[in-house]
């Protein structure tokens, strides 16, 4: 079966950290970069973190210097380290490939909520 499960959200306070993880089936994760997604609610679905098939890695400004994507190509995973978590890092956490593009249907994502 065709598919991602991300696994490791939760409930942390401003300035904690989160490892998220994203297990992903069959050849679509060896022949492509991977992304993290978030969306916030009444928000669009946006890419915050991308990592080519060799390592290459690049990440939106909002979460720069602050999270740490990486991936497994033996195992078929990918992770996301997240440090210094701000308030307006809460959201629905998503991994698919990047492009969007002949990848994975969307799974069910992993909430994080960042709060005191």
């Known amino acids: 079966q065709v598919q991602v499960v991300e696994s490791g959200g939760g409930l942390v306070q401003p300035g904690g950290s989160l490892r998220l993880s994203c297990a992903a089936s069959?050849?679509?994760?060896?022949?492509?970069?991977m992304g993290w997604y978030r969306q916030a609610p009444g928000k669009q679905r946006d890419l915050v973190a991308r990592?080519?098939?060799?390592?290459?890695?690049n990440y939106a400004d909002s979460v720069k210097g602050r999270f740490t994507i990486s991936r497994d190509n033996v195992k078929n995973l990918v992770y996301l380290q997240m440090n210094s978590l701000k308030p307006e890092d809460t959201a629905v956490y998503y991994c698919?490939?990047?492009?969007?593009?002949?990848?994975?249907?969307w799974g069910q994502g992993t909430q994080v909520t960042v709060s005191s």
């Open positions: 698919n490939t990047s492009p969007i593009s002949g990848g994975y249907p």
């Open positions: 990592v080519s098939r060799g390592g290459n890695t």
């Open positions: 069959g050849s679509i994760f060896s022949i492509n970069a």
